[in-house]
């Protein structure tokens, strides 16, 4: 009974710590990369967060939001710019300068009219486009997805932003119909039969999307010295994705932590109690 339950139990934490699936939809496997968040005592690596930050400001802020996110977020407890001086993130200056840069539409409450003032701490990050519309407008009909919680949104998030955007588009396969302003990408989940004239029993893996390849070598300069390749570009940008998905992934693995001590100590205590108590009776 109890070998069984201790397999039960291992058997749930493999599954629980087991990757999760590759995306569906006919894409390519993925390309994995190695993130320092990852595994039960994994923690965000913050320059790699701050990189990531500035790779979403440069380059992807233009289209996508980020709506549940507030600038007073990047100052917090594992956050990118997170200082120990500055418990109170409203106070951490690299936070006032970041909100600072950006516009934000305000209501001036003399007059009621509609002004722009620089960003504080309390702002949210604002949207790229006033509406659903415009956003669509300039993306050829299609709609930018918030990235705040995009890497909860797909399987294995993070690897899947990594992959998408370093190592997923190239020219479409000879045989593949590509519509003017459609990417193909073999890690967007997707079904190319339709368009496909070559062998029906070879549809190519991936998908076709409205997000033209965005990063390119030294698009972004890292103020720590690393090289801005696009491989590097996509893993920081994709960490920062994943930690504003999840700002207390690490507090809740340390959480999850300490409950396992104590459930297995607690699972210790118990058998020797049991052994104890029937130590005596024949069975
Ligand atoms: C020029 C505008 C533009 C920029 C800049 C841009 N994107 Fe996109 N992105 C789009 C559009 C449009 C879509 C929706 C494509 C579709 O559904 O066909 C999209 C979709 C996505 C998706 C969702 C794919 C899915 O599974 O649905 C991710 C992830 C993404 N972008 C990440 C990024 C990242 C990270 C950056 C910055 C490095 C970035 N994008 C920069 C326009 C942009």
């Not at 990050?125 to 918030?146: C, I, K, Y």
């Not at 399987?155 to 899947?160: A, I, N, R, T």
Request: proline share 10%; net charge neutral; charged share 20%.
């Amino acid at each position: 009974m109890l070998r069984k339950g201790i397999a039960l139990a291992a058997f749930g934490l493999a599954i629980a710590t087991a990757p999760a699936a590759l995306a569906a939809g006919g894409a390519a496997p993925l390309k994995h990369a190695e993130f320092s968040f990852e595994g039960p005592f994994g923690k965000f690596d913050q320059a790699q967060l701050q990189r990531g930050y500035k790779v979403y400001r440069e380059v992807c802020s233009s289209c996508h939001s980020m709506d549940l996110l507030f600038f007073r977020n990047l100052g917090q407890k594992d956050g990118p710019f997170y200082d120990p001086k500055y418990p109170n993130p409203n106070d951490n200056p690299y936070v006032k300068a970041i909100a600072a840069e950006y516009q934000i539409n305000d209501i001036d409450s003399e007059t009621g009219d509609v002004v722009q003032r620089p960003g504080i701490p309390a702002d949210r990050f604002p949207n790229p486009f006033p509406n659903e519309a415009a956003a669509r407008a300039s993306n050829g009909g299609a709609l930018p997805p918030d990235l705040s919680v995009m890497a909860k949104a797909r399987h294995s998030g993070p690897h899947y932003i990594y992959s998408l955007m370093a190592h997923g588009y190239a020219n479409p396969p000879a045989g593949l119909t590509v519509a003017p302003g459609q990417y193909y990408n073999k890690y967007f989940p997707g079904d190319l039969t339709a368009s496909w004239s070559g062998d029906p029993k070879h549809v190519p893996p991936g998908g076709v999307l409205a997000m033209p390849p965005q990063l390119e070598p030294d698009k972004v300069t890292f103020d720590d010295g690393t090289p801005s390749t696009i491989d590097q570009q996509a893993k920081d940008v994709a960490a920062f994705i994943a930690w504003a998905s999840e700002p207390k992934m690490i507090e809740r693995k340390q959480f999850g932590l300490a409950a396992m001590t104590y459930l297995l100590i607690f699972t210790g205590l118990l058998y020797w109690s049991y052994r104890r108590v029937w130590r005596n009776v024949a069975h």
